[in-house]
């Protein structure tokens, strides 16, 4: 591992997977409170962000309850340790820290570059879109159902559209003025600190214990 970002997408794939496809156990609750831990100044943004997707995931544990009430219930604990665990992992993250840990981690040059030309461009467009929400207001735009509103938020996501072919275009020709040929080089300057290591070390006890169990 070169660098934290390659063993921050690591610990977030092996805890992914431990708790997807593994009995439920106690100490799945570690990692996350050693997440939590070393993000404590941060935990109502993460447990704000958490709710929200929640009201998604009610629905669809709903629908299942009818079917298997257990089944529901561990679908919601399951998918609520999964969650908790990568959005204060990632909570922070810009998106380009996960780019260099693909490519740290060794995965393909065309992956990696798809990956960053997309996080540029959806950047670009939130940007875009910032500014003209910004213009709206200042012009007295009221957000309501009137037809008005629907036509100027047609318009708005039509430009928007307009403006991502362009801007992919422009990225392309840029590009390919410079010679791009697949491959983006990054600076991988980040040392592992005491964090990584001890989120990784609780994975790997809940991995030994997963597996012990498995073959005992």
């Not at 009201?55 to 309850?65: A, G």
Request: glycine share 2%; hydrophobic share 50%; proline share 1%.
């Amino acid at each position: 591992m070169k660098n934290k970002e390659s063993l921050v997408m690591i610990n977030s794939f092996l805890y992914s997977f431990i708790v997807a496809f593994s009995t439920l156990d106690y100490l799945f609750i570690i990692p996350i409170l050693v997440v939590l831990f070393f993000e404590k100044a941060y935990l109502f943004k993460i447990i704000k962000k958490l709710v929200l997707l929640n009201t998604f995931i009610v629905i669809l544990v709903v629908f299942v309850y009818f079917q298997n009430p257990t089944e529901a219930i561990e679908l919601l604990i399951r998918t609520n340790l999964i969650l908790l665990f990568n959005i204060a992992l990632f909570h922070k993250s810009k998106g380009y820290d996960i780019v260099r840990g693909l490519d740290a981690l060794k995965f393909p040059a065309k992956i990696v570059s798809v990956f960053y030309f997309t996080l540029t461009l959806i950047n670009y467009l939130i940007l875009d879109f910032k500014e003209t929400k910004n213009t709206l207001k200042a012009r007295g735009f009221q957000n309501n159902t009137s037809m008005f509103t629907y036509k100027t938020y047609g318009n708005i996501f039509a430009m928007i559209f307009i403006k991502a072919l362009k801007k992919s275009d422009d990225m392309q020709y840029s590009m390919n003025s410079r010679g791009f040929k697949d491959k983006i080089y990054f600076l991988n300057s980040n040392t592992i600190n005491m964090f990584e290591k001890a989120l990784f070390a609780s994975i790997i006890l809940i991995l030994i214990k997963v597996v012990y169990e498995l073959f005992s």
